[in-house]
């Protein structure tokens, strides 16, 4: 029996485990109580480190399509193939040709982060797409506008704030989300305790809404709307703050005069909260000691996805709470990617797609657009795709036309574990360890922790003889298509040697009194408290002469043509859809996208995947407990058991994400046997945040119907 100590990688929270293992085999998961930043807390998902282990249809060579069947190849093989497979669809048609879509897994696997740019990058593609177009890319742009790089957000202060208004997020179910926060619920229930308030506003009374001091209901994507009447009151009112980063703002009169021209009264028309309740809440945001505003999902994938979180820093800004103990604080990470000096603050409107003429924005164009470039025939055609830790059949709008493009490519490779929806189409699959079986260090997720922490987890099980970590393969990848191309390869090293080097040279290392190294951290198991979170602005600006822009242009432009069309039409300008119910999503603290269903002990129990209603509207519809109903939108059609319930708001209907695992040709039996639907095969990829192209997930319009009845399609 030995006892073993890792970070769980599998969500944001990066919780402290203790493993015990016996023989070779893992025998026990559980917290790991001297874990200072999780202090035993874990959630379900934990134990699926070892399902993923032990899962019969995880891959455990690199597999080949050979006359519509999977066999197995050797690593050699599989190398040369893919990359003589991509080399002559550049070659033929231009390196454009290809396409490289990461999937949420890459930010949770520091091999491929230290890794991926060493092959990838010698594809020298502008067609990029990765998941963070179908989730936080509006707070990232926002970021990067404001503060000078993508990653630099602000994060709010939990264990300090009086007032927590919180968006379209829900932490107990997710574990925080740009906001590392393991053992959330504990942190919240601190909060009330010391006489806080935790306000959420949401279209679905989450589990996080269970737990609030305040709930308000609001219509899906009317939280831009809210957002400029809380600001308009604070600034009508006179409540604006003075603050020690006024000196460094810039553009903020410029932003509150077209923020302010929204009122409670006109919000309320769009966002379904009273007017009255619009002013207290802003009342009490500026009245509190310390306050934050936060959001997440639902105040990201959404048609105004970018505005909403502007308005959110600029709601911090003008009551003193950014850059303030209580509100939202900048992490010091102990290795910084933001200071790196390879780091990539962000860029917008470089290039543009080919067909619809969007914009890249953080380097990338929207996941909404893939299956179109892949379909249109022309110059830099898609022909070709790498998928890396991915699936976006399932987690990409409008996922039945994908499936479609994706048959018609030329050539495929998906380094991945698992022949899901979306790699069932490769012509070869590349996978990698198993989570346990090699090491990691959370590069990503500390910058947005609640507190400054460091772990390093040592692999836990031995590497099988010839499997492959994530960072070897993209270095022979990255190997044998700059041989067979012509092209230099970049130096590479060790992922644990650039974690050395970054600690060393981080704000903790060599030149500080915690002399951190890669040492240090092996030498401490259960991870190294840095402290709290503390004021840091001006000097930790990005931005040229150190100033926080308040206004810039892009957010400007889409601010004014905002509130105009809400003053003339309502609903943030938009036509009205035909459509009975706007649709939403939400997770379950036993899901994480669509990745943790092969799993017996998450998926096992009752159906989690359901369509929400409201008792009212099952009412009038005439469906049952038992009942079921087809969900209808442009796009396509779903049907679902029903799940009766006054959590949600009349109007909405709510389908988790994720589902859907009844394709032809997946080898996942037991997500296959609990298959569910996919509300991608409803999400529209017209339905955007037009300023960063993310996808608008929530509030799509949609005609609720009982199933055995027929509606011709909308």
Not at 287 to 297: I, L, T
Not at 426 to 432: C, F, M, N, S, V
Not at 592 to 619: F, I, Q, Y
Request: glycine share 8%.
């Amino acid at each position: 029996m030995s006892t073993h100590y890792r970070a769980c990688h599998l969500c944001e929270a990066i919780c402290g485990l203790k493993i015990e293992v016996n023989d070779g085999r893992v025998v026990s998961v559980k917290g790991d109580e001297n874990d200072p930043f999780s202090r035993g807390h874990i959630c379900p998902k934990a134990v699926a480190l070892q399902d993923i282990h032990e899962d019969p249809d995880r891959l455990r060579q690199p597999v080949l399509k050979r006359n519509g069947q999977w066999v197995e190849i050797s690593w050699d093989e599989a190398i040369e193939r893919a990359c003589e497979g991509l080399l002559a669809v550049q070659t033929q048609h231009g390196p454009n040709a290809v396409g490289v879509y990461q999937g949420n897994p890459n930010v949770h696997n520091w091999g491929l982060m230290t890794h991926s740019p060493n092959f990838l990058g010698l594809l020298k593609t502008r067609n990029r797409f990765s998941a963070t177009s179908v989730d936080q890319l509006p707070a990232q742009l926002m970021a990067y506008w404001m503060y000078g790089h993508q990653l630099l957000l602000p994060i709010p202060d939990i264990d300090h704030t009086d007032y927590f208004l919180m968006l379209g997020a829900n932490p107990l179910a997710s574990n925080g989300s740009l906001m590392t926060v393991p053992d959330v619920t504990h942190r919240l229930k601190a909060l009330k305790a010391r006489g806080g308030q935790l306000v959420v506003v949401d279209p679905r009374k989450t589990e996080t809404a269970e737990l609030a001091t305040q709930y308000h209901a609001i219509q899906p994507g009317g939280d831009t709307a809210f957002l400029f009447a809380v600001i308009q009151t604070i600034v009508s009112e006179g409540l604006v703050r003075a603050h020690h980063l006024s000196p460094y703002t810039k553009g903020l009169d410029e932003a509150l005069a077209v923020i302010c021209t929204v009122t409670p009264a006109m919000a309320a028309a769009d966002c379904g909260i009273p007017a009255e309740q619009i002013v207290n809440i802003a009342r009490q945001f500026a009245a509190a000691p310390r306050a934050v505003a936060y959001g997440r999902m639902g105040a990201c994938t959404q048609r105004h996805g970018s505005l909403a979180q502007w308005a959110i820093q600029v709601l911090n800004l003008v009551t003193g709470n950014l850059d303030a103990v209580g509100g939202a604080l900048v992490t010091h990470p102990a290795l910084d990617l933001i200071a790196a000096p390879n780091s990539k603050p962000g860029s917008y409107a470089r290039w543009h797609s080919r067909v619809s003429q969007r914009p890249e924005a953080l380097g990338e164009f929207p996941c909404s657009i893939m299956a179109e470039e892949i379909l249109t025939e022309g110059p830099d055609q898609i022909r070709a795709m790498v998928t890396v830790a991915g699936n976006p059949v399932l987690s990409t709008p409008n996922g039945r036309q994908l499936d479609q493009a994706l048959a018609s490519l030329d050539f495929m490779v998906s380094i991945d574990l698992y022949i899901n929806e979306t790699t069932r189409h490769a012509d070869l699959i590349l996978p990698t360890t198993s989570p346990l079986e090699h090491d990691h260090y959370d590069l990503i997720f500390n910058i947005f922790g609640v507190r400054n922490q460091a772990k390093y987890s040592e692999a836990t099980l031995p590497k099988p003889t010839g499997a492959l970590d994530d960072w070897e393969l993209m270095d022979r990848l990255a190997s044998c298509f700059a041989a067979k191309s012509g092209k230099p390869s970049r130096p590479s090293m060790p992922p644990q040697m650039i974690l050395d080097m970054g600690l060393q040279m981080g704000p903790y290392g060599m030149n500080s009194e915690h002399k951190l190294s890669f040492a240090a951290l092996k030498a401490n198991p259960h991870g190294i408290d840095l402290g709290p979170l503390k004021p840091s602005f001006p000097d930790r600006l990005q931005t040229p002469h150190k100033h926080i822009d308040a206004a810039p242009e892009p957010v400007m432009q889409a601010a004014r043509s905002y509130v105009d069309a809400l003053a003339h039409q309502g609903q943030g300008g938009e036509t009205v859809l035909q459509g009975t119910h706007r649709l939403i999503g939400r997770r379950h603290i036993r899901s994480n996208n669509s990745w943790m269903h092969n799993s017996e002990r998450l998926v096992k129990g009752r159906d989690r995947c359901t369509a929400m209603l409201h008792p009212d509207d099952a009412k009038q519809l005439g469906v049952g407990t038992d009942g079921a109903v087809r969900i209808v939108s442009r796009v396509g059609e779903i049907r679902l058991p029903v799940e009766i319930t006054d959590t949600v708001m009349r109007g909405v209907v709510s389908v988790p994400h994720g589902w859907g695992h009844d394709r032809p040709g997946v080898r996942q039996s037991i997500a296959q046997a609990h298959a569910g639907e996919s509300c991608n095969d409803l999400t529209d990829e017209r339905w955007l945040d037009e300023l960063s192209g993310n996808a608008a997930l929530n509030g799509l319009p949609v005609t609720v119907l009982l199933a055995d009845e027929y509606s011709p399609t909308l």
